[in-house]
């Protein structure tokens, strides 16, 4: 079984960047697509981002489009996301997790999640 942790959350202002990580163990990432999601306070959860086991395909929720990026590196089994020009409106408590279905955006597909890191932004 996969076990994820996030870091990396914090309070910035606004225009400001934060960049999370996502740590696994248990599993080999590699061979799961992974994403990012988030939960607003008050709201459901969300997609952000999403990228493919390869690497090679990434895809984002159109919110963030050239504001944030998601990477990984399966060779320390480790995924990231970069956010900059932050809003506030992207405050919320974001979460990894892994998938079967490449490189989803929908929550039902992830089989495995991070306990989630809070991102505050003020303005």
């Known amino acids: 079984q996969v076990q994820l942790v996030e870091s990396g959350g914090g309070l910035v202002q606004a225009g400001g960047s934060l960049r999370l990580s996502c740590a696994a163990s248990?599993?080999?990432?590699?061979?799961?697509?992974v994403g990012w999601f988030r939960q607003p306070p008050g709201k459901e959860r969300e997609f952000v981002a999403a990228?493919?086991?390869?690497?090679?395909?990434?895809r984002y929720a159109d919110p963030v489009k050239g504001r944030f990026t998601i990477s990984r590196d399966n060779a320390k089994n480790t995924m990231y996301l970069q956010m900059n020009s932050l809003k506030p409106e992207d405050t919320a408590l974001y979460y990894c997790?892994?998938?079967?279905?490449?490189?989803?955006?929908?929550?039902?597909?992830?089989?495995?999640w991070g306990q989630g890191t809070q991102v505050t932004v003020s303005s």
């Open positions: 997790a892994v998938t079967n279905f490449g490189y989803s955006g929908v929550v039902g597909h992830y089989n495995y």
């Open positions: 248990g599993g080999t990432l590699s061979s799961y697509g």
């Open positions: 990228i493919s086991w390869s690497g090679g395909t990434t």
